[in-house]
Each structure stands twice: as structure tokens, then as C-alpha cells.
């Protein structure tokens, strides 16, 4: 079946730096690219999204890139902060269908005071 | 913020319990959902409702069945579960289940651990 994968599962940075997390996705027909943060004990809230006729959109400090050919898109966070602290998932999903998305597996971010 | 409510918080029940999930949605959308979300694993997608109808059901065991009496309120009812159905169960909404770019609003979930 489609999946998405993301890596890595865990990411500590130190404040200030920046964070990566990458993900891929495996049907070719998706097209929209949410990304979710969920912090501790919290509802997972939309911070970011782009579809496929964009290859890269920002918003602040939180970027993310897509890679159509490679299947691949990234959530970039420059100048952490600690309430960036929190779980991230990218998702994928066809334009027409919010049902059928399908979602990463988490990342794990933590920055180091 | 209040858009999609959830209760209870937490449960924990026997495997012989008979419980259910209740989840609200404040934002006027057509489409509700029930998440599954374990320790490091995707989120699973058990079953979507567009207006009151069921869309969707991803091979959810007979043990979890959902309710959506109106487009506002959808439950999880829950019968002779499994210690591996400990989970975290969201509730979602979105304006429409089958419109370009939904933005899909979660609850803040119902913690569940079946003894």
C-alpha cells in the first residue's frame, strides 16, 4: 500500500540552530504535503503545508521543500527555539482526498538549551 | 481553543468494559474522524464520516464501532477490547473529506488503556 516514511525518528539540536526532517512518499498521484506539530499532551495542530505545483514554501522560520521527481519533501526550522520542542509529522495526500492521507511516523524534536 | 472537544480524556477499561468515545466539532464541518495514533507509528486512520455518512472504514476490527448521529458529534464505541488497543484515539474534522487541500482539525485526543 502507499506509505510515508520520515527520518529521522528523533533530532536533538542545540537552540539556535537549525532543524531538518525529511520525509517520502511513495504514490506518485499526491499533491498536497501537510506537516503537523504535536507537542506534549497536545492535538496535533497544521503548521505548514504545500502542493505540488510549489517546490518550496516559508512561513518565519519553518520552510518546507518538495521534490516531486525524487518523492521527496523537508520541514526546515532555522533558529530553534525550545517551544519548538515537539513531534512532527509530514503527511501526503491526493488534492482531491483529506480521507486518504497518509501519514509519517513521527519525528521527535528536541532543542538543547 | 475549542473547535473539536473529546471525552473522556482518559479511560481505562477491562477487556469486557463496554465504553464510548464522544467527540464535538464547533467549526461547521462536514467531515469527522477517528484516528489511531500508538507509540511510534503513523497515525492510523480507522474511520471517516461525511455528513453523518460513513465514507470510509479502514479494516477497523468489529470491536470499535463509530456512531455520527448528526455532523457535529461522532462517537467510538467500544466493546471487549484488547490490551494492544491501548492507544491514543484523535478525533479530527475538516470542512469537507473530499475537497483540494483540506486542513484537517484534530482533537486533543482520548488516552485509553485496556486492562
Known amino acids: 500500500g502507499e506509505n510515508v516514511e520520515q527520518h529521522p525518528s528523533t533530532l536533538s539540536v542545540q537552540e539556535g540552530d537549525s532543524a531538518v526532517i525529511k520525509c517520502t512518499y511513495s504514490?506518485?498521484?499526491?499533491?498536497?504535503f501537510p506537516w503537523y506539530k504535536q507537542e506534549l499532551g497536545k492535538r496535533p495542530q497544521l503548521i505548514i503545508d504545500?502542493?505540488?505545483?510549489?517546490g518550496e514554501k516559508k512561513d518565519q522560520r519553518i520552510a518546507v521543500t518538495l521534490n516531486k521527481t525524487a518523492k521527496h519533501f523537508s520541514l526546515h526550522i532555522t533558529e530553534t527555539q525550545p517551544e519548538d520542542s515537539a513531534v512532527y509529522f509530514c503527511?501526503?495526500?491526493?488534492?482531491?482526498?483529506?480521507?486518504?492521507?497518509?501519514f509519517g511516523s513521527g519525528t521527535r524534536l528536541s532543542i538543547r538549551p | 481553543e475549542t473547535g473539536v472537544t473529546q471525552t473522556p480524556r482518559h479511560l481505562v477499561m477491562g477487556m469486557t468494559n463496554k465504553k464510548s468515545l464522544k467527540c464535538e466539532q464547533h467549526?461547521?464541518?462536514?467531515?469527522m474522524y477517528w484516528y489511531k495514533q500508538s507509540a511510534k507509528k503513523p497515525l492510523e486512520l480507522m474511520f471517516v464520516?461525511?455528513?453523518?455518512?460513513?465514507?470510509e472504514n479502514n479494516s477497523v476490527p468489529s470491536r470499535f464501532s463509530p456512531e455520527c448521529p448528526n455532523s457535529s458529534h461522532l462517537f467510538l464505541h467500544l466493546h471487549t477490547l484488547q490490551p494492544e488497543d491501548s492507544a491514543l484515539y484523535l478525533c479530527?474534522?475538516?470542512?469537507?473529506?473530499?475537497?483540494?487541500?483540506?486542513?484537517?482539525?484534530f482533537g486533543e485526543g482520548s488516552w485509553l488503556t485496556v486492562v
Open positions: 479530527a474534522s475538516s470542512p469537507d473529506h473530499n475537497r483540494a487541500g483540506n486542513t484537517i482539525y
Open positions: 504514490d506518485s498521484a499526491s499533491n498536497y
Open positions: 504545500i502542493r505540488s505545483n510549489v
Open positions: 503527511a501526503a495526500s491526493r488534492y482531491s482526498s483529506a480521507s486518504k492521507i497518509i
Open positions: 467549526l461547521g464541518h462536514n467531515a
Open positions: 464520516y461525511s455528513l453523518e455518512e460513513r465514507v
